[in-house]
């Protein structure tokens, strides 16, 4: 069974940095993609950063020049630094791989990060 588990949200003041980390168990394969989304009360769910199996990486306007993604050594496991935070990054944000042909879409659970002003 597939399970991605997200540690790492918490509450942060602005200005502040938080680390979210990503582990999927259960895949046999490398994820194609490893991608983070978001969502705030109220909001529909965002995207917010994806790195590639190769290294690239993509990001949302919102965020770009703050946050950084990053694939961990270990595989299929994926890295949210988020620095410069602003309470407007408050959300529950969710960890995202797609893998296989045709590709799977698999999901965590969410972690909270709240920052506060």
């Known amino acids: 069974q597939v399970q991605l588990v997200e540690p790492g949200g918490g509450l942060v003041q602005a200005g502040g940095s938080l680390r979210l980390s990503c582990a999927a168990s259960?895949?046999?394969?490398?994820?194609?993609?490893m991608r983070w989304y978001r969502q705030a009360p109220g909001n529909q769910r965002e995207w917010v950063a994806t790195?590639?199996?190769?290294?690239?990486?993509n990001y949302a306007d919102s965020v770009k020049g703050r946050f950084t993604i990053s694939r961990g050594d270990i595989k299929n496991t994926v890295y949210l630094q988020m620095n410069s935070l602003k309470p407007e990054d408050t959300a529950v944000y969710y960890c995202?791989?797609?893998?296989?042909?045709?590709?799977?879409?698999?999901w965590g659970r969410g972690t909270q990060v709240t920052v506060s002003s």
């Open positions: 995202n791989a797609v893998v296989g042909v045709p590709s799977n879409n698999y």
């Open positions: 790195v590639t199996s190769g290294g690239s990486t």
């Open positions: 259960g895949l046999i394969d490398s994820a194609k993609l």
